[in-house]
């Protein structure tokens, strides 16, 4: 069983991003999967969550009253502080914060914060070094400013689940991952990594609106350009490969696998395995990447009725041998048991304070010198409310009677201590 100290081999090493404190005013996935993969490489990350919290706290299961599964993902290596902004105390106490900050993370709209009292040009007034990202549905200069989005409505705008039917699904459906949220994340850590970089060579913070809708739009449709890439169109839209009915798993004798014969390598390779080594130099529709393309529908069909022919485990050992991609087509369930993510430690089992022993996924990513580390579990909800105002500088007796009156406004219990 692993304690967060344990949790990493880099010990006491330095981090990369150690000194960098950011306030984190976001919750469900985006603005917390985005922080969470900041504070692993050693960020300092504040998240404020209102007297009710974030929501992912009370998405089940869970032991412990707010203290749901989703939410232990997505906000290890954080400190909890809670306030209500629409209390005048509360938004001083925030200011002192962000005056002490290098970057503010908000997917709460800007106009909603103005009404608060809490603006851009107020807090740069204050910090002209601070970088606020805010996170938006939509662009402000856009007709859809300041409209709700969530992940199914982004999928759906980006034509997710129409480009699921024209690949072969009966019925359209989403995708079953916060797919949106996740991608749009990694996005907004990159362009708050990108602003402190230009902030040390030029001294300055700035205000950054990432938006989901455009966002995802570049990141999905860019595959999908096809014809409309030219001016006049040179074809429709949509990239064949991809988008066609028979790019699916293979069914074999007892399961499935998934299979890519790609190159001219793996395809020669391929028609030497099945018995057919003449093949690739006497059809012309596999001897390039074009016509392959061209006829994948065809071709990805006859795959499907070779591998029918053997056994799962038969095909691995051949495809492997052939040097061609394949693996199995896992369950949910074995993920989590895959001998490979067994061997470099994916699934850790951890002891948090207060829910027991849990199992978290590592940071993935592995560095010589200054490695990502798990430092803190996800916290509960305000724990470290007056731990942090005392090191904004609010007066003590100021911060006994925020935590009074948010104790009286809400469900939150804000800690003393850590």
């Known amino acids: ?81 809670v306030l209500d902004l629409k209390l005048p105390e509360c938004v001083e106490a925030f200011v002192a914060m962000a005056s002490q900050s290098d970057v503010l993370i908000c997917n709460v709209r800007p106009a909603a914060l103005a009404r608060l009292g809490i603006t851009y040009e107020d807090l740069a007034a204050r910090n002209p070094r601070l970088i606020w990202i805010s996170l938006v549905g939509f662009g402000s200069d856009g007709p859809y400013a300041g409209r709700p989005a969530y992940e199914d409505l982004l999928q759906g705008l980006t034509g997710m689940p129409a480009m699921l039917v024209q690949a072969g699904s009966e019925q359209p459906h989403y995708v079953p991952l916060s797919f949106n949220d996740r991608v749009v994340g990694l996005h907004a850590a990159i362009a708050l990594l990108s602003a402190v970089q230009w902030r040390e060579r030029s001294g300055r913070g700035q205000f950054i609106e990432v938006p989901m809708f455009e966002t995802m739009t570049q990141f999905t449709v860019g595959d999908h350009m096809g014809g409309q890439t030219f001016e006049p169109p040179a074809g429709p839209m949509g990239y064949q490969r991809t988008l066609n009915k028979e790019r699916r798993p293979y069914a074999t004798r007892d399961g499935f696998i998934c299979l890519v014969v790609y190159t001219d390598k793996h395809w020669r390779s391929f028609f030497e ?125 100021q911060i006994d009677h925020i935590v009074a009156r948010l104790a009286q406004r809400g469900t939150a219990k804000p800690r003393h201590g850590s």
């Not at 949910?332 to 994916?346: I, R, S």
């Not at 978290?360 to 990502?372: A, I, K």
């Open 273 to 397: 395995v099945v018995g057919q080594p003449e093949r690739f130099d006497t059809d012309k529709r596999v001897q390039s990447l074009r016509s392959r393309t061209t006829h994948a529908g065809v071709l990805y069909a006859e795959l499907a009725e070779i591998m029918r022919t053997r056994n799962t485990a038969d095909w691995l050992e051949l495809m492997n041998q052939a040097d061609i991609p394949a693996a199995p087509m896992l369950t949910l369930d074995n993920v989590v048991t895959d001998p490979h993510l067994e061997a470099v430690g994916m699934f850790q089992l951890v002891d948090h304070p207060t829910e027991g022993v849990v199992r978290q996924l590592r940071p993935p990513t592995r560095w010589s010198e200054s490695p990502p580390t798990v430092r803190l579990l996800a916290p509960s909800l305000g724990q470290h409310t007056a731990e942090v105002l005392r090191e904004a500088g609010v007066d003590p007796a």
């Open 1 to 81: 069983m692993l304690t967060p100290s344990e949790n990493s081999a880099a010990g006491h090493a330095p981090q990369a991003l150690a000194g960098l404190r950011i306030l984190d005013m976001t919750n469900v996935v985006m603005g917390p999967y985005a922080t969470q993969v900041l504070a692993d490489y050693g960020a300092d990350v504040v998240k404020i969550e209102s007297p009710s919290g974030d929501t992912t706290r009370q998405i089940p299961p869970m032991r412990h009253a707010d203290m749901g599964c989703l939410f232990l993902h997505l906000n290890r290596n954080k400190r909890s502080v």
